[in-house]
């Protein structure tokens, strides 16, 4: 029983034609493997460029931020006639907002924030149905 025919004109197997399909796959697979490894290295380039920016950003932000600092201290001692007691004043302000951010910071990574809640009564909704089904 033919299935068909070679480029020859001889007529071929279900055997070859299996084989045929099968190494076909297997060599499209190893090509999508090849383009998937490509790509990721690719993304992964990309990735770490965009950490390395963020970390210069950080870096220039937090030069800004202190030079900014050091202005508005300098622009207080005009006011209150002291530089010392305008950067008493401004790292206090600075010291409270800093301890108001470690505080929230810390309870919002508290445990109790990270179990899941939903979760977790979305469960016993289920099983309490469950149960109601089986009994009832």
Do not use: Y
């Amino acid at each position: 029983m033919s299935t068909g025919s070679n480029p020859n004109g001889t007529p071929t197997s279900i055997q070859s034609l299996v084989g045929d399909a099968l190494r076909e796959t297997n060599e499209l697979a190893r090509k999508e493997i090849a383009l998937f490894r490509a790509e990721m290295a690719s993304n992964v380039r990309s990735l770490f460029i965009g950490v390395a920016c963020l970390m210069g950003a950080a870096v220039f932000a937090v030069v800004a931020l202190l030079v900014l600092i050091d202005a508005f201290v300098k622009w207080l001692a005009t006011i209150v006639g002291s530089e010392w007691l305008s950067a008493l004043i401004v790292g206090g302000v600075l010291l409270v907002i800093a301890v108001g951010l470690a505080l929230w910071g810390r309870s919002a990574m508290s445990l109790s924030t990270l179990a899941p809640t939903r979760t977790t009564r979305q469960v016993r909704q289920d099983a309490r149905a469950l149960s109601e089904r089986v009994s009832g």
